[in-house]
C-alpha cells in the first residue's frame, strides 16, 4: 500500500471519531477533539490526493470506509441495533471500496496548476 492509500485510510479513522463527536460530544473537551478530528480527517485527504490519487476515487473510498467504520463502531461500543442486513450492507460497500482502489492507478507526476 503506498503513502496516499495509507493517507485515506488513516483520514477515515479520523472520520469515525468526528461523525461519533457530533452525536456524542457533550463538553468542551469533546467537542475540541470532534474539531481536531475533522481537521486531521480531511488534511490527511487533501494530502492523498495532492500529488497521486484521484479525487474522486479517494474521497468515495474514504467516505465508504468512515461510513462502514461508523456503523460497526455505533454497534459494538454504543448499543447500536447489530442486524445482520447491515453487515451485509457494509460488506457490499467495502467490496465496492476495495474494488476502486484495485482498478485505480496512481498518478506518478504532481499535478500543476496552469
Same mark, same amino acid.
Given at each position: 500500500?503506498? +503513502?496516499?492509500?495509507?493517507?485515506? &485510510?488513516? =483520514?477515515?479513522?479520523?472520520?469515525?471519531?468526528?461523525?461519533?463527536? &457530533?452525536?456524542? $460530544?457533550?463538553?468542551?473537551?469533546?467537542?475540541? =477533539?470532534?474539531?481536531? @478530528?475533522?481537521?486531521?480527517?480531511?488534511?490527511?485527504?487533501? +494530502? @492523498? %490526493? @495532492?500529488?497521486? &490519487?484521484?479525487?474522486?476515487?479517494?474521497?468515495?473510498?474514504?467516505?465508504?470506509? =468512515?461510513?462502514?467504520?461508523?456503523?460497526?463502531?455505533?454497534?459494538?461500543?454504543? =448499543?447500536?441495533?447489530?442486524?445482520?442486513?447491515?453487515?451485509?450492507?457494509? @460488506?457490499? &460497500?467495502?467490496?465496492?471500496?476495495?474494488?476502486?482502489?484495485?482498478?485505480?492507478?496512481?498518478?506518478?507526476?504532481? +499535478?500543476? %496548476? $496552469?
Amino acid at each position: 500500500m503506498n +503513502r496516499s492509500w495509507l493517507y485515506v &485510510l488513516i =483520514g477515515a479513522c479520523f472520520e469515525v471519531l468526528w461523525v461519533m463527536g &457530533l452525536k456524542h $460530544a457533550d463538553d468542551v473537551l469533546t467537542w475540541t =477533539g470532534t474539531v481536531i @478530528a475533522i481537521v486531521l480527517s480531511f488534511g490527511l485527504l487533501i +494530502r @492523498a %490526493v @495532492a500529488a497521486k &490519487l484521484p479525487v474522486g476515487t479517494a474521497y468515495a473510498v474514504f467516505t465508504g470506509l =468512515g461510513t462502514s467504520g461508523t456503523v460497526l463502531v455505533e454497534m459494538l461500543l454504543f =448499543g447500536e441495533e447489530f442486524s445482520l442486513i447491515k453487515i451485509l450492507l457494509i @460488506a457490499l &460497500l467495502l467490496t465496492g471500496v476495495l474494488g476502486l482502489k484495485m482498478v485505480t492507478k496512481d498518478n506518478t507526476t504532481k +499535478r500543476g %496548476v $496552469a
